[in-house]
């Protein structure tokens, strides 16, 4: 991510000209809607090239910085330049690549959207009231056949795990089928209903916890999935449904793309069918996850691997371990707040190697999910093992590398020896700035200052191996601004405050600074994803992909708007798929 430095925006005209557009009069006009004017018009429908001018273009192409124009035509940008020609009008507004999430879960996202909110809730009795809320909108929810969802519950704010039982004592909740994930989905949360579907004698499952006390309802990891295969999915109509509500959501934040880390084939397969309708807005680089989690499925990946503009499959999604928060990571050393336990890997050393081996061999990128410091250095070591396969013989790892481009999803707790291996490999990390922010209430806990201070949330010292930045969302929310204000400010988006309420950002020596952070959600999952040259910036032969703002970032006062910093428009392969609804066309008189 240490390329060519964002320039200041510029306009690309001569200094005369330049003051004219500096003492423009910007003319607000009725809203007309994006299909009534004729320049919509074609652009909806195709009709040729379509040339836009606006008051500064930043493309992130190094040969040419700035621009004000660019032309578009069957959704690619063939010519991009600086305003030269008085017929052209200038729209009010700046304009950057589209943005990309480097790590999301499209279809749980738009469930979650479909379901209770428990983020935020500060006891049980405001998880219990948003669930009667939820129940009073939908009074049919909560049979065998149609179970509530929710997300976003955390024990650490209630002093202990949930229980069951937690549900039962209210009367408009009791007898009704909840799976209530946690805040960040390596635990489920479910009602005494859904108890009574399992066995008397609920084993222990390797990988995985079933928590028992202050009693049962708590069901970690790969002890999930004893509760998931029970769940009744939803048909193929209602996913359709939290597709599309999911990508209006996310182009309403600027993003264009974003990595899907972890789609099953019934579910790459609804989205390949999906790509080709009006529904489809934002570009998918999926990860294939096996129908059961951490093997070798090659046939089915031979069934769902395509490359198209719009949708890809080519990577897969493994998993070391588990989360941070419920102690799931797994550590070389005890936690410091719980030493009785490491965490725990949820498939041995061995094992992974040689799925990493195998799916390299395959062709397939190889991304595997590591928090713990114990998690990524045996990742580290699976996609090694995996370079060695695939490039026998070849002495710099690096090289092959830079080739098939495996990645750790998270990468958040590395030891400084596998750090540098990191380096020295060039292995890719996919990390996510708000996870930072917002483990910094518990994480120094979890893991004790010296070891938080060497090892944890690592960005600034990763700059050189081409970090993905992303937000996991829904365990976060996607707004990509939001994440470039916790990598540079290394405060919470939420609250505006480093840990425990300080004003100063959390070990704000890892901090990126603000054209790193930007090109974190361009670059870096163009590259990450193989379309380098493609995706993340505007010049000629690239998607047609941007985001229009009502003010350049690098010029904010104070860095806490971008908490909440508004986009105007975004637009994917030369089509309008979000206008905030207040605007007005506008255009700049010259």
């Known amino acids: 991510m240490t390329g060519t430095p964002i320039l200041k925006w510029g306009l690309g005209l001569s200094a005369a000209v330049a003051g004219v ?71 009010s507004g700046l304009v950057i690549p589209g943005l990309w999430d480097g790590h999301g879960h499209l279809l749980q996202y738009g469930e979650f959207l479909h379901s209770v909110d428990l983020f935020g809730a500060s006891s049980f009795d405001e998880v219990r009231s948003r669930l009667r809320d939820y129940i009073r909108t939908h009074p049919d929810a909560g049979t065998r056949q149609e179970w509530i969802r929710g997300v976003g519950w955390d024990q650490n704010i209630y002093g202990r795990m949930p229980t069951a039982a937690d549900i039962e004592e209210d009367e408009v909740l009791r007898g009704k089928f909840f799976m209530l994930d946690r805040i960040d989905v390596h635990c489920n949360w479910v009602s005494q209903a859904v108890l009574d579907l399992l066995p008397g004698e609920v084993p222990d499952v390797p990988g995985g916890e079933v928590v028992r006390k202050p009693g049962m309802g708590v069901f970690c990891d790969n002890a999930m999935d004893m509760i998931v295969n029970m769940f009744p999915k939803p048909d193929n109509e209602r996913k359709r449904s939290f597709v599309a509500t999911a990508m209006s959501k996310l182009n309403e934040v600027g993003l264009v793309g974003m990595h899907d880390a972890g789609a099953s084939p019934e579910t790459l397969r609804l989205y390949a069918d999906m790509a080709h309708t009006d529904d489809w807005t934002v570009r998918v680089y999926s ?59 949820l498939v041995n050393a061995s094992t992974l190697t040689e799925l990493a081996k195998s799916w390299a061999s395959f062709g397939y990128q190889v991304n595997i999910h590591a928090i713990g410091d114990l998690a990524n250095r045996l990742a580290v070591d699976a996609l090694e093992e995996a370079l060695r396969t695939v490039c026998p013989g070849q ?73 993905i930045l992303g937000s996991d969302f829904p365990v976060e929310p996607p707004n990509p601004f939001q994440g470039i204000y916790a990598a540079v400010t290394r405060k919470s988006p939420h609250t505006g405050y480093g840990a425990g309420g300080s004003t100063d950002g959390w070990h704000t020596d890892e901090a990126l600074d603000l054209d790193d952070a930007l ?34 970032l690098e010029d904010l006062v104070d860095l806490e708007h971008l908490r909440d910093f508004p986009v105007r428009e975004t637009w994917v392969a030369g089509r309008r798929v979000y206008e905030r609804p207040s605007d007005s066309d506008s255009e700049v008189d010259l």
């Not at 090239?49 to 192409?61: E, F, I, M, S, W």
């Not at 190094?62 to 729209?91: I, M, N, Y």
């Not at 707790?413 to 990191?422: A, F, G, L, T, Y």
Request: glycine share 8%; net charge negative.
């Open 21 to 91: 557009v500096a003492l423009a009069v910007v003319r607000f006009q009725q809203p007309l809607g994006p299909l009534l004017r004729p320049d919509f018009l074609a652009e909806e429908h195709g009709q040729g090239p379509q040339t836009y001018c606006y008051q500064g273009v930043r493309t992130h192409d190094a040969d040419r910085p700035v621009a004000q124009c660019f032309t578009v035509e069957d959704g690619k940008f063939t010519r991009v330049f600086p305003w030269d020609d008085a017929s052209l009008t200038v729209r």
């Open 287 to 345: 990860m294939l996850e096996c129908p059961q989690r951490n093997t070798f499925c090659p046939t089915d990946a031979a069934n769902v691997t395509q490359e198209s503009d719009m949708f890809t499959v080519k990577s897969v999604k493994l998993f070391a371990d588990g989360a941070l928060g419920s102690w799931g990571s797994a550590m070389l050393e005890p936690y410091s707040d719980r030493p009785d336990t490491s965490g725990s890997l």
């Open 395 to 467: 002495e710099d790892l690096s090289e092959c590398q830079a080739r098939r481009r495996f990645r750790i999803e998270h990468s958040q707790i590395i030891h400084e020896d596998d750090q540098k291996r990191i380096h020295a490999i060039g292995i890719i990390p996919s990390i996510q700035p708000t996870h930072a922010t917002s483990d910094m209430a518990y994480a120094e806990l979890r893991l004790g200052p010296e070891r938080t201070r060497r090892e944890a949330y690592r960005m600034r010292s990763l700059l050189e191996v081409n970090p």
């Open 519 to 552: 090109l974190g959600f361009t670059r870096g999952p163009a590259f990450g994803a193989f379309m380098e040259g493609k995706a993340g910036l505007i010049k000629e032969g690239a998607f047609a992909d941007w985001v229009v703002l009502d003010e350049p």
